[in-house]
């Protein structure tokens, strides 16, 4: 199988870089969540009808965390809203896609213009989505993740599984070396800003959520080589959206029910008083 360049994100690993709310994550490989940026929250996921969703907030920027559970680099084909988000392809799990280092967590914020630069995902009306404003709107709504594993040659891993026996001996003699792994050497990426404008705004009514083209920001990412163990991925993640009010429109989020704040008292009194008035 040729080896494809693909890749590596050097945005801050390890670390998460958002205060979260408890939320499922998806995937048993590659967990998928999506971050609310303006928030700095991550946003709750709800199960139904045989799909797994997340109620997007119309006009907010949010990125796709994704955490390599394994030892091991990983391929994340990333698509949105049918959409490959590195590309700008109509998403096929055989294209170009990031590579999560073992038991890397990292952001992605936006379509992939340059090495440095993204544009900013941010939840719209669905005529506004980037999908939509490129005539293919018929997947807005969905992201999703395919993921492979990496073809290991079995001499460099006997080397790599060599390297790391005489690493431990080392520091077993307390004579360590000090941490190189690549969560340690990535560099953060620059913060995101919560309060910036997007220039433009969303009226939802009753338009279905898709992703939007926001502004260019510095997120930088360098090219690497991997080869996939397989044709096909390990898993597809998938992560449906909308907004509040269209799940909850459509029986996905139950409203929550009046609770009165006081319960009645049968007995509030041991006499009867006089009316008023």
């Known amino acids: 199988m040729p080896t494809r360049r693909l890749f590596v994100t050097t945005l801050a690993t390890a670390a998460a870089l958002f205060t979260a709310v408890p939320a499922f994550a998806l ?3 590659v967990e998928v969540q999506l971050v609310d940026r303006a928030q700095r929250d991550t946003l709750p996921t709800y ?3 045989g799909a797994t969703w997340v109620a997007g907030r119309p006009g907010s920027r949010y990125a796709v965390r994704l955490t390599n559970r394994s030892g091991a680099r990983v391929l994340v084909v990333l698509s949105v809203d049918g959409v490959n988000a590195v590309s700008g392809e109509t998403a096929a799990a055989d294209q170009t896609g990031y590579v999560l280092g073992p038991y890397q967590t990292t952001e992605i914020t936006g379509w992939r213009k340059s090495l440095t630069e993204a544009a900013a995902f941010y939840f719209t009306a669905l005529p506004d989505s980037y ?8 997947n807005v709504g969905v992201i999703g993740a395919a993921v492979f594993r990496e073809r290991v ?12 026996a005489e690493r431990s001996a080392q520091a ?29 705004t969303a009226p939802m009514r009753d338009e279905r959520l898709g992703t939007g083209h926001g502004e260019r920001e510095y ?14 991925p390990t ?6 959206y909308d907004s509040r009010a269209n799940l909850v429109a459509s029986g996905v989020i139950r409203p929550p ?16 008083p006089d009316p008023k008035g």
């Open 27 to 29: 995937g048993a490989l």
């Open 235 to 240: 898993e597809i993640v998938r992560l449906r």
């Open 172 to 200: 077993a003699r307390g004579a360590a070396e000090p941490e190189s792994s690549a969560a340690a050497q990535a560099p953060a990426a620059l913060p995101a800003s919560p309060s910036a404008a997007l220039g433009k």
């Open 47 to 49: 199960a139904a009808r």
């Open 219 to 232: 997120a930088p990412t360098t090219q690497v080589a991997f080869e996939r163990a397989s044709e096909t």
């Open 131 to 138: 999908a939509a404003r490129t005539d293919r709107p018929d």
């Open 257 to 272: 029910r009046h609770v009165p704040s006081i319960a009645p008292d049968p007995f509030p009194a041991s006499f009867v």
């Open 153 to 164: 040659d079995e001499a460099a891993l006997n080397a790599r599984r060599r390297l790391e």
